[in-house]
């Protein structure tokens, strides 16, 4: 009976050989050691916290939020966690009020200004999330993002919707790529963390939540706080995701953004690959034609292969190669601090030897697109997070933004978990 067991793989022995039979014994092993090594550090990472019940979600702390979210974000999915947030700024401008600002204030619309507002809102957003709620740079960050929204929110031109439906996509789409797209999709226990710790970013936002279901402040949990987002936002969208031609306009300009990396040629391609990674509200609502299905089956195809690569032939991302998107220390002499990951424009990357005479480097070089240092036009001495923003409020608001930041670092360290203080 056991030789039953054996038959297969000697007669395959027989048809490959006893080389082409250890090499693909090897593989086996090497496939299994992969996918054994990836859900391993998932329990890991689970077992070192104590949030194992529904119960447990309720006390989980801001600082604990912040922990599995980094992971999650730097080690289990970098690559789609950032195209999430990219695609869920992408998204706000589906609603007319938010692109008609954008383009009414030309700082997106306008190609020579699109770059350097893409970059700095990325960057704001980057120094809230890789800083612990507790740490000055995070709540700098906060402060000089609401600063910037002051002014726009006094002339009445963003509305508290508005900036709800923001917040909520930074939840939903991660979530929803993630899940669509990635090795394994986030755990209730993530999803929670992700959650609460946008829950902290948003009271630090002065975010009015009663539109939702157990708002201003009754959830019982990240988890319930993120159900509630979703359900929400999908009736906003519903209402407030219509056709415009700001949307068009807006969406035109970031895509020629999103599509700049890629030769001349291949563009029209790649923003039809764009436009197949809409749903039809958004596609609709950005006055796009519909794509030929052959996109969305190509687009399908790309990330089944990707998956199965990251499961089966990659271990998991090791610590030393995290994502790293903003320098960890200031520059001694100036107190600024640079980016250390760009994709379209080098702004605020420190024109290093390494950074400058990069691989990456020359063939941008070679195809006359700019690298770090070709120009001081991209800040290579880096930035200081009270200034980061448009052009004309570069020097205003900055002890504002450190009143601000002294009172948001109080209140969010303060608080152990954001969903404890409720009732
Ligand atoms: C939040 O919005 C609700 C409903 O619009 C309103 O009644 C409430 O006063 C607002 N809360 C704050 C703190 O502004």
């Not at 504002?400 to 404890?420: D, I, N, Q, S, T």
């Amino acid at each position: 009976m056991s030789f039953a067991f054996f038959k297969p793989s000697m007669e395959l022995s027989a048809l490959i050989g006893a080389r082409g039979a250890t090499g693909l014994a090897l593989l086996a092993v090497y496939v299994t050691v992969c996918r054994v090594l990836r859900f391993r550090r998932r329990n890991k990472k689970h077992a070192e916290y104590p949030y194992k019940t529904r119960e447990d979600f309720s006390k989980m702390t801001a600082t604990h939020a912040w922990e599995i979210y980094r992971y999650v974000a730097s080690l289990e999915f970098p690559f789609l966690h950032e195209k999430a947030l990219q695609f869920a700024l992408f998204r706000t401008y589906g609603i007319p009020t938010i692109s008609t600002l954008l383009s009414s204030t030309r700082q997106l619309a306008a190609p020579q200004l699109a770059p350097r507002r893409y970059e700095d809102t990325a960057l704001l957003i980057a120094e809230f999330l890789v800083h612990p709620p507790s740490h000055p740079r995070s709540n700098e960050a906060i402060a000089r993002m609401n600063y910037l929204h002051s002014i726009y929110q006094r002339a009445g031109k963003i509305s508290n919707d508005d900036m709800l439906y923001t917040m909520s996509l930074f939840v939903l789409e991660p979530t929803r790529w993630i899940a669509s797209y990635e090795w394994r999709s986030m755990t209730d226990m993530e999803i929670c963390a992700l959650a609460t710790l946008w829950k902290t970013i948003g009271d630090a936002q002065g975010i009015n939540f009663s539109a939702l279901q157990h708002g201003p402040n009754d959830f019982r949990d990240g988890l319930e706080f993120y159900e509630d987002l979703r359900t929400w936002a999908d009736e906003y969208e519903n209402r407030a995701m219509v056709p415009d031609k700001h949307n068009h306009l807006v969406a035109e300009e970031t895509t020629a953004l999103l599509v700049c990396n890629i030769p001349t040629f291949l563009r029209p391609v790649a923003r039809n690959f764009v436009v197949a990674l809409m749903d039809e509200r958004l596609r609709k609502a950005m006055v796009y034609e519909p794509v030929l299905a052959i996109h969305h089956r190509l687009v399908d195809v790309m990330f089944a292969v990707r998956r199965f690569v990251s499961l089966y032939l990659f271990p998991p991302r090791p610590y030393f190669l995290r994502l790293k998107v903003v320098s960890e220390s200031a520059d001694p002499k100036s107190g600024r601090y640079f980016k250390e990951y760009y994709e379209q424009e080098p702004w605020y990357v420190k024109p290093t030897f390494w950074n400058r005479y990069s691989v990456s480097s020359w063939v941008r070089w070679a195809t006359g697109r700019p690298y770090p240092g070709c120009s001081d036009k991209f800040k290579p001495e880096g930035y200081q997070i009270s200034k980061v923003g448009p052009q004309k409020f570069e020097d205003k608001g900055s002890e504002e933004c450190e009143v601000v930041k002294k009172k948001l670092m109080e209140g969010r360290a303060g608080v152990e978990c954001p969903f404890a203080v409720r009732r």
